[in-house]
Structures are given as structure tokens and as C-alpha cells.
Nanobody, 115 residues
Framework: QVQLVESGGGLVQPGGSLRLSCAAS????????MSWYRQAPGKRRELVATISPGAYTNYLDSVKGRFTISRDNAENTVYLQMNSLKPEDTAVYFC?????????WGQGTQVTVSS
């Protein structure tokens, strides 16, 4: 079955960097869009970034120029490099794919930006 497993979250000071990873299995990874979402306490889940099979990318306006999504099709892994982190980036970050038409989520990884 489809599995998405995130890692790489943690506590970082403002201005710092983190790299999130999402290991995918159970589907033809290279053929599907992969996305990162985030959800802060009391807020709706929002789309942060998407990468297509051909590596075309889209970003939430507030992270453009700071975050970079990438994929390694040989390793079935998608990454989110986050630089110049701000307190407002604090959230649980989720990996998302939709190979089955029903939507598949990882368990999430917490990112906390605080001094």
C-alpha cells in the first residue's frame, strides 16, 4: 500500500535551516506529483510546495525564495529544504501524494522556529 514517511523536523532558531525528507513506497513514485503541506495550531492545512514528475515546482507565496522542493526518483524521496526560517513557519509538515485518487498523507513532522 502507499506509504509516506517524513523525517527531518525539529527545533531551529529564526534564520536557521532544516531539510525535510519524505520516503515514499507502494506506488510508481516518478510518475506522480509530490507535495508538502503544513498545518499550524488553530489554522487550516495549507499547500507549501509541489513538484511534478518533470521537476516543475510551485510554492506558497510566503515561502518563495526561502524553501526549495526537490525529488530523487531513484530513491523515491522528496525533500523540502527550508532556509531563513521564521517563527510563522512553525507547523506540522506533511508529505502528500495522490496515486490512488483518494489522497495519501504521511504522519507529519513538527517544525518549530523559536529562539
Amino acid at each position: 500500500q502507499v506509504q509516506l514517511v517524513e523525517s527531518g523536523g525539529g527545533l531551529v532558531q529564526p534564520g536557521g535551516s532544516l531539510r525535510l525528507s519524505c520516503a515514499a513506497s507502494g506506488f510508481a513514485f516518478s510518475r506522480f506529483d509530490m507535495s508538502w503541506y503544513r498545518q499550524a495550531p488553530g489554522k487550516r492545512r495549507e499547500l507549501v510546495a509541489t513538484i511534478s514528475p518533470g521537476a516543475y515546482t510551485n510554492y506558497l507565496d510566503s515561502v518563495k525564495g526561502r524553501f526549495t522542493i526537490s525529488r530523487d526518483n531513484a530513491e523515491n524521496t522528496v525533500y523540502l529544504q527550508m532556509n531563513s526560517l521564521k517563527p510563522e513557519d512553525t507547523a506540522v509538515y506533511f508529505c502528500y501524494a495522490n496515486p490512488t485518487g483518494r489522497g495519501n498523507w504521511g504522519q507529519g513532522t513538527q517544525v518549530t522556529v523559536s529562539s
